[in-house]
């Protein structure tokens, strides 16, 4: 059993940067694909990033894609989210996850392990 906790959500002015963390419990952090995902108020859970057990497969959002970044730091067991210029449309709570099979996947139903979530709110 893996369990993931974001943490670094807040409120900030479209423009600014945020970076989220998602910390992993257990012992095989560095095998899984992790994935960020995010809901804003009134829509569907939406894929923003991913990034396979190697780093050889990142995949983003394309709204996203020249503004955010994801990495993973496996000895600390955590991923992250760069997210910079942000947006009042960004506004959601963002959520990461852990994909066992190693993969980095934009479909959420691929992944097992899921955080809370933390809200990020931009204001314009």
């Known amino acids: 059993q893996v369990q993931l906790v974001e943490s670094g959500g807040g409120l900030v002015q479209a423009g600014g940067s945020l970076r989220l963390s998602c910390a992993a419990s257990g012992r095989s952090f560095s095998n899984y694909g992790m994935g960020w995902f995010r809901q804003g108020p009134g829509k569907e859970r939406e894929f923003v990033a991913a990034?396979?057990?190697?780093?050889?497969?990142?995949y983003y959002l394309d709204s996203v894609k020249d503004r955010f970044t994801i990495s993973r730091d496996n000895p600390k067991n955590t991923v992250y989210l760069q997210m910079n210029s942000l947006k009042p449309e960004d506004t959601a709570v963002y959520y990461c996850a852990a994909d066992r099979l190693g993969y980095a996947s934009r479909d959420w139903k691929d992944y097992d392990y899921w955080g809370q979530g933390t809200q990020v709110t931009v204001s314009s």
């Open positions: 990034e396979s057990w190697s780093g050889a497969s990142i």
